[in-house]
Nanobody
Framework: QVQLVESGGGLVQAGGSLRLVCAAS????????TGWFRQPPGKEREFVAV????????YYADSVKGRFTISRDNAKNTVYLQMNSLKPDDTAVYYC??????????????????WGQGTQITVSS
């Protein structure tokens, strides 16, 4: 079983930066493609970014491209999401998720097997 724990959320002013951390337990976690999703208030969960198991492939939602960077350190079983130039529209609960199947990285939430509990990001204007 794999458990994911997010940290790094909080309140930040528009234009500021935050780094989210997703720590995974379980020795096989470093083999999983890992994504970040978010759920804004009153809206559905949406894709943010994904990174392949070896870090060789990344993909971003258009809304965060150029502002957010996903990375990973498999030696630490950790995936990061560096968020710069934050906007009020980035306010949401952010979740990391891992796909245990060996396949190309996916952007749909249904393609992920393990989820963290989420961390709140609030961007004030």
């Amino acid at each position: 079983q794999v458990q994911l724990v997010e940290s790094g959320g909080g309140l930040v002013q528009a234009g500021g930066s935050l780094r989210l951390v997703c720590a995974a337990s379980g020795r096989t976690a470093s083999w999983f493609n890992t994504g970040w999703f978010r759920q804004p208030p009153g809206k559905e969960r949406e894709f943010v970014a994904v990174i392949s198991w070896n870090g060789g492939y990344t993909y971003y939602a258009d809304s965060v491209k150029g502002r957010f960077t996903i990375s990973r350190d498999n030696a630490k079983n950790t995936v990061y999401l560096q968020m710069n130039s934050l906007k009020p529209d980035d306010t949401a609960v952010y979740y990391c998720a891992a796909d245990r199947q060996i396949r190309p990285p996916r952007t749909d939430a249904a393609g992920y097997d393990y989820w963290g509990q989420g961390t709140q990001i609030t961007v004030s204007s």
